[in-house]
């Protein structure tokens, strides 16, 4: 009986550690803009894939004027691309920062998005009403 209890601890341990999901980091600046935009924006994100979906969260302050949007694009680092994915932002009261919340943003991808974003060939842009194509950048890494 000792024995049974044992295996079932690991078997339920083993199916927890299989499930879990890997989370990227990357940071937003307008540094990685192509070209570079100068301004105290800044952002932390996070990224994961769960099945065939795309999962987002993370945090955005301090634009330069109001927030406008935000997309996920194809493109590597340093080049732009098009856009794949509009994020749906949660906005503080100054409209300038604000919260991508995982419930309102996840995506299905298709095989050859998936292939892309695992190939490190997704980036992300938030755009202000004064940087219309982008305040933001952060390349989200390979996966």
């Known amino acids: 009986m000792k024995t049974l209890f044992t ?3 690991l078997f339920i341990s ?13 940071p937003l600046s307008g ?14 994100m996070q990224v994961w894939i ?3 979906t795309l999962y ?3 945090t955005f302050s301090d634009l330069r004027d109001t927030y406008f949007a935000a997309h996920i694009h194809y493109g590597k680092r340093g080049e732009t691309g098009n856009r794949i994915f509009r994020l749906r932002a ?3 009261d100054d409209k300038r920062s604000g919260e991508f919340r995982e419930e309102d ?5 298709r095989p050859v998005q998936r292939s892309a974003i695992t190939n490190g060939n997704f980036y992300m842009t938030i ?17």
């Open 90 to 92: 949660t906005l503080n």
């Open 50 to 52: 769960e099945s065939d």
């Open 127 to 143: 755009s202000s009403n004064r940087h219309q194509q982008g305040e933001l950048r952060g390349q989200i890494p390979r996966f």
């Open 105 to 109: 943003n996840k995506f299905h991808l």
């Open 7 to 9: 295996l079932s601890v």
């Open 56 to 58: 987002v969260r993370g």
């Open 31 to 44: 540094t990685e803009m192509v070209p570079r935009v100068q301004t105290p924006g800044m952002g932390s």
């Open 14 to 26: 083993m199916g927890s550690v299989l499930s879990a999901q890997t989370v990227y980091d990357f």
